[in-house]
């Protein structure tokens, strides 16, 4: 009979394993040998069909394990290499991943408490300090405000959209062109009219144009600002947006996904001024957070807002049970089954504390302004712009778009480099997100030296 991984015996079941998934990490990374497989979708998964075979045989395979491992690992994409910066995908922590590795063993689900006594509280308790953080002063914003845990950016999105909805009744969404693509999904899934947009010609929201767009339509309106944004790494201008929210009495989303992770930082903590006017605040710790996959929360002003999602199945959170004293979960989520993805977070926060997350969030940007005044001072490439955070867009001089997109596709293709693409300016750029810490400033000139060489081809 197949082991357990929980239970007494839990641990020395394990640990041969966990050995085991080390070296085919380690084997497969040896043989993709860069950032990205060589080949190209079809010989990527052609290696991967051959490694697999038949995807459910009659008869169990003992080395499925390390098999399977090694061959994802060979096929993936590496966001520990220093030339993988196509995403917002970040090289998690180590302590974090471990972190995660505890929450699957205890496998809790926090859709009732006898199923997660634990992680419950810790989720309300760190939960309660990311909310502190983008609120303001923490008793307060313990007293005043909440957070939910995600699946990420898209979900977070569509929870601010669905609570504005149950506040207001038939919110118009406003937004900018910069917007992110899952706002415009979410008024689709939520039964809401298409969205508004307003122009943002710098990359950012234009704050004349929403004051003109907010006086001339009917509400409820619902505005959804960026602070981040997913090409460019823009911020948009969060103060004069709040202020136009107000005097209009318009509801305000910032999606932070990307940006949020700069409140860990004194230096750049003042880019976010007016995160804390906003009513509801997405935040994504799998992006600059350095959190495996899913970190998501969304950040609300006012806890009362969540009373929308209240949800009764009795077998979860009965009546009685509620009165006497179990939490009820439910609410806490549309999703029933919830992994505690609190843990990595809240292990990663306790092992670096403020200051040695700031360190991190300092570093990427530094690191993307050496790499902006690199493009800046070689001759044959143009800088789109210096950068709001850790996002730098450049392309090789007098080059044509298809000339920009075939090489991007031909260092994918041949495992070299993994970069971005981004249209602004009606033409289109390279684009470098700089998420790894350890990356140096060699590896950055490697860049550039590896895509003009190709657009000289």
């Known amino acids: 009979m197949s082991p357990l991984a929980s239970g007494p015996q839990g641990p020395n079941t394990l640990r041969p394993l966990l050995t085991t998934v080390l070296e085919a990490l380690q084997a497969g990374a040896a043989t993709r040998d860069g950032p990205l497989p060589a080949g190209g979708p079809t010989e990527v998964a052609a290696r991967l069909r051959e490694a697999l075979g038949d995807p459910f045989p009659d008869h169990g395979d003992e080395d499925a394990l390390r098999t399977l491992v090694q061959a994802l690992a060979a096929g993936a994409a590496d966001p520990a290499d220093p030339l993988c910066t196509a995403h917002l995908h970040c090289p998690p922590l180590a302590v974090a991943a471990a972190a995660d590795l505890a929450a699957s063993v205890l496998n809790p689900s926090l859709d009732s408490w006898d199923q997660a006594p634990a992680a419950s509280e810790l989720e309300a308790l760190v939960t309660g300090a990311l909310t502190a953080e983008v609120y303001g002063e923490a008793g307060q914003a313990r007293t005043a405000g909440d957070a939910l845990v995600t699946t990420g950016g898209t979900e977070s999105n569509q929870l601010a959209l669905l609570l504005a909805r149950e506040h207001h009744g038939h919110t118009q969404l406003v937004c900018a062109e910069n917007a992110h693509h899952s706002l415009r999904r979410a008024t689709w899934l939520l039964g809401l009219p298409e969205p508004v947009t307003v122009p943002a010609p710098a990359g950012t929201m234009d704050p004349a144009a929403l004051g003109e767009a907010l ?31 107000e005097t209009h009495g318009a509801r305000l989303h910032i999606d932070a ?101 700031g360190a991190l969030v300092d570093r990427v940007c530094e690191q993307a302004a050496e790499f902006a005044e690199l493009i800046h001072r070689h001759p044959h490439f143009e800088l789109h712009d210096r950068p709001a955070i850790s996002t730098v867009l450049f392309r090789p001089t007098d080059a044509t778009d298809d000339t920009v997109a075939a090489v991007r596709r031909t260092l994918l293709t041949e495992g070299r480099a993994v970069l971005g693409r981004a249209r602004l300016d009606d033409r289109l750029w390279l684009k470098a997100t700089l998420l790894n810490p350890h990356t140096g400033a060699d590896d950055l000139a490697a860049l550039l030296k590896l895509v003009e060489g190709h657009t000289r081809r």
């Open 257 to 357: 996904a990307y940006g949020g992770g700069l409140l860990f930082s004194d230096r750049h903590r003042p880019k976010l001024d007016g995160l804390a006017r906003a009513h509801t605040v997405t935040l994504d710790l799998h992006k600059l957070g350095w959190q495996p996959v899913a970190a998501g929360l969304l950040a609300v002003r006012d806890r009362n807002d969540l009373a929308a999602l209240a949800h009764h199945a009795d077998y979860l959170n009965a009546d009685d049970d509620t009165e006497a004293g179990l939490p009820d979960l439910l609410g806490r989520s549309l999703r029933t089954t919830r992994r505690p993805d609190i843990l990595k977070i809240a292990v990663t926060l306790k092992t670096l504390g403020r200051t040695g997350l």
């Open 215 to 245: 006086t001339a339509l009917p509400g409820p309106l619902l505005v959804a600002a960026t602070a981040g944004t997913t090409d460019a790494g823009l911020i948009d201008p969060l103060p004069d947006i709040a202020t136009l929210c």
